[in-house]
């Protein structure tokens, strides 16, 4: 496995060996091992998966206690998928990293405990799956404002996004429950 630090050191681009042929294609989408060698210790305790159509973006969510660090990828379409820092005693607070995973480039991004994550459907429906290092424990959960001005995300939207309810209702950072 190849692991790359983004422009916030901590967010891990992640590109598996692939071994393809005639017949196909096989590579592997975990291995605690190969991820340990290279410095990614972590303890994996759900998994997830969502599908999605063109234009949904899901985000930024979080969960204030019990702060988890998510693997995340795509196995069908495409997503710009957003991790964004909100560590209040991180030289990276309030900056955002942002990157394509797709079913066919294969990549994944680690994002540590203490950021806030999102994606945005740019294929017709994409498939996303994810391991995370802690529960989901609703009470704990939130979600800051996908378009907040102060973080200056730039979503790749061509119409406006499909949102759910609690993203509608995100907090900007100023507002917002962070990290120490």
């Known amino acids: 496995m190849k ?9 891990l681009l992640i590109e598996p060996r692939v071994f393809g042929d005639a017949r196909g294609l096989f590579f592997e989408s975990y291995n605690q091992k190969a991820l340990a060698d290279t410095g990614l210790v972590a303890d994996f305790v ?16 979080y969960q204030i206690e019990h702060a988890q660090g ?10 710009f998928d957003v991790a964004v820092d909100i560590r209040r005693s991180s030289p990276g607070f309030g900056r955002w990293v942002g990157v394509t995973l797709s079913a066919e480039n ?3 991004l680690w994002i540590p405990p203490g950021f806030a994550h999102g994606f945005l459907v740019t294929s017709e429906s994409a498939e996303f799956l994810y391991k995370t290092t802690d529960y989901w424990f609703p009470e704990h959960e939130r979600t800051l404002l996908w378009n907040d001005p102060a973080l200056g995300v730039e ?15 995100g907090r900007p950072l100023a507002q917002a429950d962070t990290y120490p």
Request: aromatic residues 2%; proline residues 8%; positive net charge.
């Open 106 to 108: 294969r990549r994944m």
């Open 155 to 169: 979503w790749p939207l061509v119409n406006a996004p499909t949102l759910a309810a609690k993203d509608v209702a």
């Open 70 to 79: 998510k693997l995340v990828r795509v196995t069908a379409g495409e997503v």
């Open 46 to 61: 759900q998994d997830n998966h969502s599908r999605s159509a063109r234009g949904v973006l899901r985000g930024l969510h």
């Open 3 to 11: 692991v790359t630090p983004t422009a916030l050191p901590e967010v």
